[in-house]
């Protein structure tokens, strides 16, 4: 047997847009896993720059590449499901065009999932970066629950940015999941996932992150997505109703399960997002901004522990 045959395929989806100055250190990072057997499915949505020409020079010497250019600009979130669907690999994982993997995580997922048969997502830590410097690390994802529902439950009470969409998942589960148009769409694509099997987020980085782009603002963000201003301005209760209603009638991963067990599940789940943001985030994000203002007004010497 060939050494390629005895690894399980693993596709890589990248949706791209006028990346021809960043995609090469994405392709570069795969590369650098030394993953035997991979496709990597490129979808140039429709780049106004040279990216055709880029990705095509690099095909040249990466048989493991299909690419794709959309002939018009079908949008963001349609990109990132063709390139799903397009996969035909054990395993799936999503790397945008600006973010890089660490060495060697691909291998370190793969011989998990392979010998945990009852998980449905591996992932490391994410690591955010911002004007080329480290921002923040996402970790604490791990949801091992033997109850499906607790481990969706523990996901939207711990979701911030959801970065754990980027892990290595097994595709076939992926068939009864949509990718919506909406605010917050990644957070119910893993807890879909979560649903259907245990969430491993390893203690090592295995994911880079670049802060960036529409996802930046949530107002451009909602109109990319075709959302209403009200999504826009209050996004978390937007993201809390769409968990309610992912967990009540909108994902057949939940609807073949009685109403009397979805109910508290889709009540829990809003929950969690409302409580994450408006207990956990919002009054220390709020007291930031008291801070910053009182600084700026009346000094740096100004005595605040007092307040905050």
């Not at 669907?85 to 291998?107: Q, T």
């Amino acid at each position: 047997m060939e050494i390629k045959e005895s690894y399980p395929l693993v596709s890589i989806g990248i949706p791209t847009y006028n990346s021809s100055d960043r995609i090469r250190t994405a392709l570069t990072s795969i590369s650098e896993q030394k993953y035997p057997n991979l496709e990597i499915i490129i979808s140039d949505n429709c780049s106004t720059d040279n990216t055709q020409e880029v990705i095509q020079e690099i095909c040249k010497s990466h048989p493991e590449i299909k690419y794709f250019r959309q002939q018009t600009n079908i949008g963001m979130i349609q990109n990132f499901d063709f390139v799903l669907r397009r996969s035909s690999g054990k395993y799936y994982m999503w790397v945008s065009d600006d973010d890089m993997l660490e060495p060697g995580a691909l291998l370190k997922y793969v011989a998990f999932l392979e010998n945990n048969p009852d998980y449905s997502l591996a992932s490391g830590e994410i690591r955010y970066w911002k004007d080329d410097v480290p921002d923040l690390i996402e970790r604490g994802f791990s949801f091992e629950q033997n109850v499906r529902s607790m481990r969706v439950i523990g996901f939207y009470f711990t979701v911030v940015y959801g970065g754990l969409v980027h892990g290595l998942m097994r595709r076939e589960l992926t068939r009864d999941v949509a990718i919506r148009l909406i605010i917050g769409n990644d957070y119910h694509f893993v807890a879909n996932l979560a649903y259907m099997g245990k969430i491993k987020n390893f203690d090592f980085i295995g994911y880079n992150k670049t802060f960036g782009g529409t996802s930046k603002n949530f107002q451009e963000y909602a109109k990319a997505m075709g959302e209403s201003k009200f999504a826009g301005y209050f996004p978390h209760i937007k993201m809390a109703y769409d968990a309610y209603a992912e967990v009540m009638h909108r994902s057949p991963v939940y609807t073949q399960t009685s109403l009397f067990y979805r109910f508290p599940l889709a009540i829990a789940s809003f929950s969690g997002i409302m409580f994450r943001y408006y207990v956990r985030i919002f009054p220390f994000a709020v007291g930031s901004q008291i801070r910053s203002f009182l600084m700026k007004t009346f000094g740096r010497g100004t005595r605040l522990s007092l307040l905050f």
